[in-house]
C-alpha cells in the first residue's frame, strides 16, 4: 500500500512537470494573454483519471500555482486587493485546478479515451469560463476595451480556448485509446471499440454545459461590471438569478440526460 502511495506521488511529480514544460512550449500566443500549448494539462488529468480527484486536486493546484509564478508581472497591471486576488484565483488557482477533477467520469464512462476526453473538455470549458471572468472585469480598460468588454472577453479567449479544448480532446482520445492507464503498470491498451453515437451524445452533453456556463457568465459578470472596468461585488444584487437558475437546471438536464443514455447503451452492449 505504502508503495503503491509512493509511486502515484513519484508520477504525479513526473506530470506536474511535463505538464508545466508543455505550458511553455505554445503553438500560438495571443497578444494581450493566453495562447494554444500541446495538450499541457493533459499530464494532470491522467493522474486524476488513474490515481483518483485527490491526488489529481493535489497535482492541480501544484500547477495552477507555477503556472501563477509564471505569470507574476501580469500583477504588475492590476491595482487594489480585489484585482489582485481575483486575477490569482480566476486566471491561475481556480482555471487550472479543476483539471484536478478531470478523472470524474471514469466510473461513468467505461470506455478509457471517452471518459479521459470528456474530463479535459469538461475542465477546459470551465477554463474559459474563468479567463472570460478576468477579461471582462479585472482586464477592462487595461489590455481590453471598456466598450462591450464581456463580449469581448468571450470572443477573445475563444480564439485560443477553442483550439486547446479542441487539441486536448483529440490527444486525450488519441493517448486513452493507446495505453491503458488503469493498470497498476501502464500497457498497451486492448482495443476498445468506439461507439460513434455515445461520442456524439457525450459532445452533446458538453456542448450543452459549456453553453450554460457561457449564458450564466453573461447574465451574472455582466452585471459586475463598474464603469471603467473595475469588478463591482455590489451588483450581486441586481443579477436575474431566476433564468441564471433556469439556464443552469435546462444545461444539467440535458447533460444527464445524454450522460445516462450513454450509460445504457453501454449496460445493453454487456448483456
Not at 96 to 106: D, E, M, Q, R, W
Not at 196 to 206: E, I, K, P, R
Not at 233 to 257: P, R
Request: net charge positive; with cysteine.
Amino acid at each position: 500500500m505504502r508503495n503503491k502511495r509512493v509511486l502515484a506521488m513519484v508520477e504525479c511529480a513526473i506530470m506536474i512537470a511535463l505538464a508545466s514544460i508543455l505550458s511553455v512550449l505554445k503553438i500560438v500566443d495571443m497578444p494581450v494573454g493566453g495562447s494554444v500549448t500541446l495538450a499541457s494539462m493533459l499530464p494532470i488529468v491522467i493522474i486524476a483519471y488513474r490515481h483518483g480527484i485527490g491526488f489529481g486536486m493535489v497535482s492541480a493546484t501544484v500547477a495552477s500555482l507555477i503556472q501563477l509564478l509564471l505569470g507574476l508581472e501580469n500583477f504588475s497591471y492590476v491595482t487594489g486587493w480585489q484585482s489582485v486576488v481575483a486575477l490569482a484565483l480566476f486566471d491561475y488557482i481556480l482555471a487550472y485546478a479543476v483539471f484536478g477533477l478531470g478523472g470524474i467520469f471514469k466510473r461513468v464512462i467505461k470506455n478509457q479515451a471517452l471518459a479521459l476526453t470528456a474530463g479535459i473538455s469538461v475542465a477546459n470549458a470551465v477554463r474559459y469560463i474563468c479567463h472570460v471572468i478576468t477579461g471582462a472585469t479585472i482586464w477592462a480598460g487595461l489590455p481590453l476595451p471598456d466598450a462591450a468588454s464581456l463580449s469581448y472577453s468571450i470572443s477573445y479567449n475563444s480564439v485560443y480556448m477553442i483550439p486547446e479544448l479542441i487539441i486536448s480532446a483529440l490527444l486525450a482520445l488519441y493517448v486513452g485509446g493507446a495505453i491503458d492507464f488503469r493498470r497498476e503498470v501502464p500497457t498497451r491498451v486492448k482495443s476498445e471499440r468506439l461507439d460513434t453515437v455515445s461520442v456524439y451524445l457525450l459532445l452533446g452533453a458538453a456542448f450543452a454545459v459549456m453553453a450554460a456556463l457561457v449564458t450564466d457568465t453573461a447574465l451574472v459578470f455582466s452585471k459586475l461590471q463598474g464603469e471603467s472596468g473595475e469588478l463591482l461585488l455590489s451588483g450581486l444584487a441586481s443579477v436575474n438569478w431566476l433564468a441564471v437558475a433556469i439556464v443552469t437546471a435546462a444545461a444539467a438536464a440535458i447533460a444527464a440526460a445524454l450522460i445516462l443514455t450513454v450509460r445504457l447503451r453501454n449496460s445493453e452492449k454487456k448483456a
